[in-house]
């Protein structure tokens, strides 16, 4: 054979010759575009764990779950105008469960398991597992635990299977956030003979075994894991979750260089290339497929320290928020993609979040503000960055920088390595210039307001406190959206949000895929990639 | 036992103190790195106690001495941690990654010197000659070029313009399944279990990282093949040897040459070495999974397994080099003895 051998004549050509492998299963891996059983996509980060419960998974790695396991309930699909298909937070669909009840108080919650649901090893799903993969999540620790305590799930006794089929879940407060928080992928259910049969004493939920083994219902098992170059996954044909998926077989390949990543998907020798940058998504979007989506109760801005003396004036604060270059630094660090979250309306309209600030460039009311406030002949105050996001996070930073100096803020930009961000951004708090960028999983204002806003929270950087927010928010965050307090609620926290300005926000960030050969790619919250819905073309 | 298997060995026992400072360094310098990587770990939504947790579970939370004694008697049973940023044990990410370099920085090596050492040779014979002004100018594009642009240039005109090079994914497309590891090296390891498919598809893929390599590199090897071979062609002994009437490339190859080899080996071993931790934009352009690009972003999330691992692999593979390339010091020049060393 010779160098004109092309791939599709190679598969024909190759049956047996490579025998040499021990996988039989993976013998022959067609893979070209017109192939529409095997979708290849490509990505820029590593998965390093298929097991989303171990300590140290990233999140990278949160697509495992969402690929290989089910949960008791998932979330609808919309169409979003303009970016393709997208989750849908208002409408919760069965997964694993087959049907469910809410008591009269809100406080129990009864789930019926699909009866012909099983595991890859075919064994049936029982509410036993269930119990014992919702006992793991809440007792592991870390990130998963925090997770199932946004929806009221903090201990094993909450849970309980009645029999096979029936699982009940006891809250000790009613909330709305609860069924969603059960569609996030962290309540994944896991197939607990297998894993119990793992389990050691020093490691009583087998998180060693199921981090290189998953073991689970969902619609693709994985056929092989090469860490740091590839994971290859295999329909489960028996799969009850959902719409079977068209794809066998999806591979998803890292390839660090986004050069490299563009080159492969406007060549079409991959399908789908994921979370791609912006600049990439701007210039591709007239040669292939390019879904942005704006990322839901996510905003990209600035925030000000409420313990740096200048930023406790309102005037000074007003002042930089009129100062920033809004559609300059849209332009410029998101190359357009996502949506302005700047000159909206002065009143409040709607319950509506991200949206608009009341805010716009104007230097010259900038100027008039400083002139005003206690520091009218100007300060000066380090501008903190983080390295590890660095792409948006320095064009920005350095915008702003010329326009606060026009204002007689000057500024030194710090740039903070990834490693020390977190401790010294959100754990500290002890940044008084510097760029945020939360985004809540659960898709209501008053999530983000819990996380953001209230004292002492994690991703309120600001050291921001006012009791009336505190009080709104714990009002509010568990009452369910149709009560007639919630609007109300919610837009006076929005009119504190805008007064207070501990958070100016910039824009709404987008998240970017390429498709080439592949269609009804849906984004979700998690922002990781779904390959269940994918087809080839 | 022969004395120069003996001479190996005290090198070998001389090496021990080289491997014990490594270890102390790369543990003390990790430490000292900026960042908590528990709370990197943890993920941005982790709260004190979970942070705790992964602490303990990292053995963060023990006074330092003590980590360096629990590093220290894993280690000498062998076991290099668990990388937290791939997930993996160590030794596991080294032997999968380290022949993935070493495939690479060799063939480019060996495509180097193929092209330098001739390069050189040819422009000390004639200096200021067309051929001497061609290896000026491949010296001066090859080091002024940086890795990541030629990769990148390569990749758009032989890949995306051209057709002619495959997906750059790594060491192998994945119509492909990977050969049986023997010795981790896809060409040799094909070439053993005589599937010639797979070692056509892996040679493919090999190419273009190997030539942005073998640019890089070429500089530094033909430069001083040049410089030495001057020197060499300007001795006494060559005129000795001209005078006797010996013929021109007897001359040039079995006198000037071998006498010229000695610096060109050792500027070998040293582009060698800094090349296979210095590829890391090579790695990343064409989604090598090699062990540079491992070290840094190890490096990055202060991963400190991963990188004291690396550091420690690094420091054995230098102590060996070396070795290699004293004996074939003896070998090139045999009055350099090597039991004197």
């Known amino acids: 054979m010779t160098l004109s051998t092309s791939r599709r004549n190679f598969l024909k050509m190759s049956g047996g010759v490579l025998g040499a492998s021990s996988l039989p299963l993976l013998k022959i891996m067609p893979v070209q575009a017109a192939n529409k059983d095997v979708i290849v996509a490509v990505t820029g980060q590593t998965i390093n764990s298929l097991d989303l419960h171990r300590k140290g998974t990233n999140r990278a790695s949160y697509q495992v779950a969402v690929n290989c396991y089910d949960r008791l309930v998932s979330f609808g699909t919309k169409e979003v105008p303009g970016a393709g298909l997208s989750y849908d937070y208002s409408k919760i669909e069965p997964e694993l469960a087959e049907s469910w009840t809410i008591s009269e108080d809100g406080l129990k919650l009864t789930f019926k398991l699909k009866p012909n649901a099983k595991f890859w090893d075919g064994t049936k799903v029982t509410a036993h597992d269930v119990k014992w993969s919702f006992d793991r999540a809440v007792s592991v620790g870390g990130f998963p635990s925090v997770q199932m305590k946004a929806g009221g799930l903090v201990k094993p006794e909450q849970f309980e299977a009645i029999d096979d089929e029936t699982f009940v879940i006891t809250l000790a407060q009613a909330s709305k956030l609860t069924l969603p928080d059960l569609a996030v992928p962290v309540p994944f259910v896991i197939n607990s003979k297998v894993a119990k049969a793992h389990a050691t004493e020093n490691d009583p939920w087998a998180t060693e075994f199921l981090h290189k083994t998953p073991a689970g219902s969902g619609a693709f098992k994985v056929a092989k894991w090469m860490p740091g170059e590839q994971l290859v996954y295999e329909r489960n044909d028996d799969w009850v979750g959902g719409p079977l998926p068209a794809a066998k077989r999806v591979i998803v390949r890292e390839v660090p260089s986004p050069a490299t990543r563009r080159a492969l998907i406007e060549k079409g020798n991959v399908q789908l290339s994921f979370n791609i940058p912006n600049k990439d998504a701007k210039e591709l979007a007239d040669k292939v497929d390019v879904y942005s989506t704006p990322i839901e109760n996510c905003m990209h801005c600035v925030g000000l320290n409420y313990t740096f003396e200048p930023f406790q004036d309102p005037n000074v604060r007003k002042a930089v928020a009129y100062a920033i270059p809004y559609e300059e630094i849209f332009q410029t660090a998101a190359y357009g993609r996502g949506a302005p979250l700047w000159g909206g309306p002065e009143k409040i309209d709607s319950i509506q979040w991200p949206r608009k600030s009341p805010y716009f460039t104007d230097l010259d009311k900038a100027k008039e503000l400083m002139a005003q406030s206690g520091f009218a002949s100007g300060f000066s105050v380090p501008f903190s960055i983080s390295l590890g996001l660095s792409d948006w996070m320095e064009p920005t930073a350095l915008l702003i920088q010329e326009n606060l100096a026009k204002i007689g803020i000057t500024t030194e930009i710090e740039k903070i390595p990834g490693a020390n961000w977190r401790t010294a951004a959100l754990v500290e708090k002890k940044l008084p210039l510097h760029l945020e960028n939360f985004g809540g999983w659960l898709n209501t204002p008053d999530y983000y307001f819990f996380w953001a806003y209230k004292k002492g929270h994690l991703f309120n950087s600001s050291n921001y406190m006012n009791p009336e927010i505190e009080t709104l928010v714990d009002e509010t965050l568990h009452m369910p959206m149709d009560d007639p307090k919630y609007a109300p609620n919610i837009m006076r926290m929005f009119e504190i949000a805008f007064e207070d300005l501990p958070r100016i926000p910039l824009w709404q960030p987008a998240l970017n895929v390429a498709a080439n050969g592949a269609k009804d790619y849906e984004f979700w919250f998690h922002r990781q990639l779904d390959v269940r819905p994918l087809k080839g073309t | ?341």
């Open chain 2, 1 to 341: 036992m022969s004395p120069r298997l003996r001479a190996i060995l005290m090198r070998l026992v001389q090496a021990i103190p080289v491997v014990i400072g490594v270890v102390v360094i790369s543990f003390l310098l990790t430490r000292a790195l900026p960042g908590d990587p528990a709370v990197y770990f943890a993920g941005a939504a982790a709260d004190e106690a979970s942070i705790a947790q992964i602490r303990e579970s990292m053995g963060l939370d023990k006074p330092l001495p003590q980590q360096f004694l629990n590093y220290v008697i894993d280690l000498v049973q062998g076991d290099f941690g668990q990388s937290i940023s791939s997930g993996q044990p160590v030794i596991d990410d080294l032997t999968n990654r380290l022949p993935a370099s070493l495939e690479l920085t060799l063939t480019a090596l060996i495509l180097s010197c193929a092209i330098a050492i001739p390069l050189g040779v040819m422009a000390a014979k004639k200096p200021g000659s067309l051929s001497d002004q061609l290896c000026r100018i491949l010296v001066t594009a090859g080091v002024s070029l940086p890795t990541f642009f030629t990769g990148i240039a390569l990749v758009y005109i032989f890949y995306y313009l051209l057709e002619i090079a495959p997906s750059p994914l790594g060491r192998l497309d994945f119509a492909f399944i990977e050969p049986d590891s023997v010795t981790g090296f896809y060409l040799i390891d094909a070439a053993l279990a005589g599937d010639w498919e797979t070692w056509f598809a892996a040679f493919k893929q090999l190419i273009l990282p190997a030539v942005t390599l073998a640019l890089f590199t070429l500089a530094p090897i033909a430069r001083m093949t040049r410089a030495s071979m001057l020197s060499a062609l300007s001795s006494d002994f060559i005129r000795t040897a001209r005078a006797a009437g010996l013929n021109e490339s007897r001359v040039t190859y079995g006198y000037a040459f071998r006498n010229a080899l000695l610096p060109v080996v050792t500027t070998l071993g040293m582009v060698f070495s800094f090349s296979l931790g210095a590829n890391v934009l090579v790695e990343k352009v064409f989604a090598w999974p090699g062990i540079g690009s491992y070290a840094v972003e190890a490096l990055v999330v202060s991963d400190y397994a991963a990188v004291q691992g690396f550091v420690l692999s690094m420091a054995l593979l230098f102590v060996t080099l070396n070795l290699v390339i004293d004996l074939t010091y003896s070998l090139i020049d045999p009055r350099i003895g090597f039991d004197s060393k």
